[in-house]
């Protein structure tokens, strides 16, 4: 990976590492229960318009979710790394991934109507039920992501 700057993280084995190639603070969670069931608890991730450079691809398994999406994870360590639109993203990255959590704003929370009653986050957040997030931004009614 050449020192270009942008963000950069990785899995937990260290064998996938990326880089962001646009500058994004912007934090979202997503408590849809695909999400929960998928790494344990809501998804916390960082919105890249841009594309993401991985190193050590191949290690990295997709799993095709829905039909506009899938998630990549790292084959080695099992570390959620994205949810990402198909076929050409945007890349939502898992931002516990991220080495720098430094300048990171927590700004939305999505599936806000499918997050169980027994943990709400503090932060102030623009927050989005699973209908309003789909009325948004695709023509699907009603489904999950
Ligand atoms: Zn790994
Ligand atoms: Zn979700």
């Avoid at 963000?7 to 937990?12: E, V």
């Avoid at 084995?13 to 229960?33: M, N, Q």
């Avoid at 957040?125 to 309003?132: R, S």
């Amino acid at each position: 990976m050449n020192a270009k700057t942008g963000k950069t993280g990785q899995c937990l084995c260290g064998k996938v590492k990326f880089r962001l190639t646009d500058e994004v603070h912007e934090v979202g969670a997503c408590h849809c229960d695909m999400c929960r069931r998928w790494g344990g608890g809501p998804f916390l991730e960082i919105r890249c318009m841009g594309p993401v450079e991985f190193e050590g691809e191949e290690h990295i398994v997709r799993y095709r979710s829905s039909d506009w999406a899938e998630r990549g994870f790292c084959g080695v360590c099992g570390s959620n790394l994205f949810y990402c639109i198909v076929p050409d993203g945007p890349y939502m990255m898992s931002v516990g991934a991220l080495e720098d959590q430094t300048g990171l704003k927590f700004t939305s929370q999505v599936f806000i109507d499918e997050k169980p009653d027994w943990y709400a986050f503090a932060n102030k957040t623009k927050n989005m039920t699973g209908a309003e997030l789909f009325a948004m931004y695709a023509p699907q009614d009603g489904e999950k992501s």
